[in-house]
């Protein structure tokens, strides 16, 4: 499935460009409340990048605002670090289908549902695949 050498680095390009948006002050859409916690959040991270909650807590606030740009790199590193994390493959799977991104959205859906284990990510997957047509 990922094996192709181009979706590397095609996958590679996308992470530096998000990361790149996620300097991008957000819209004036989100409630200060959320906004505030969300710079709150991506301090915390930043001052212990090992802290997997802390990690989480960023990406749950970057979602609160709608910076789906902004919550895939700390959700990629996660899995850099346990590719078993098959809730995170579907949150990616979400994160890139918001963003209109099918082909990557899909691979993570198939992903994901390749190791669930009798929880419902399978049938949420397959919600969205039959969306994009996968």
Same mark, same amino acid.
């Given at each position: 499935? *990922?094996?192709?050498?181009? *979706?590397?680095?095609?996958?590679?390009?996308?992470? *530096?460009?998000?990361?790149? &948006?996620?300097? $991008?002050?957000?819209?004036?859409?989100?409630?200060?409340?959320?906004?505030?916690?969300?710079?709150?959040?991506?301090?915390?991270?930043?001052?212990?990048?090992?802290? /997997?909650?802390?990690?989480?807590?960023?990406?749950?606030?970057? $979602?609160? /605002?709608?910076? %789906?740009?902004? @919550? $895939?790199?700390?959700?990629?590193?996660?899995?850099?670090?346990?590719?078993?994390? %098959?809730?995170?493959?579907?949150? &990616?799977? /979400?994160? %890139?289908?918001?963003?209109?991104?099918?082909?990557? @959205?899909?691979? %993570? *859906?198939?992903?994901?549902?390749?190791?669930?284990?009798?929880?419902?990510?399978?049938?949420?997957?397959?919600?969205?695949?039959?969306? $994009?047509?996968?």
């Amino acid at each position: 499935m *990922f094996l192709n050498g181009s *979706f590397f680095k095609r996958r590679a390009l996308l992470l *530096f460009c998000v990361s790149c &948006l996620c300097l $991008i002050p957000l819209s004036s859409d989100a409630s200060d409340g959320k906004e505030k916690l969300f710079e709150e959040s991506f301090e915390r991270m930043l001052a212990d990048p090992s802290d /997997v909650d802390l990690t989480l807590a960023y990406a749950n606030a970057a $979602i609160d /605002v709608g910076n %789906y740009e902004a @919550a $895939i790199p700390p959700l990629e590193r996660m899995l850099f670090f346990n590719p078993e994390l %098959y809730e995170i493959k579907f949150q &990616l799977g /979400v994160m %890139y289908y918001n963003l209109k991104s099918y082909d990557v @959205a899909r691979e %993570y *859906f198939v992903d994901a549902k390749s190791g669930d284990s009798g929880s419902d990510i399978a049938s949420r997957a397959d919600e969205y695949l039959k969306k $994009i047509g996968g």
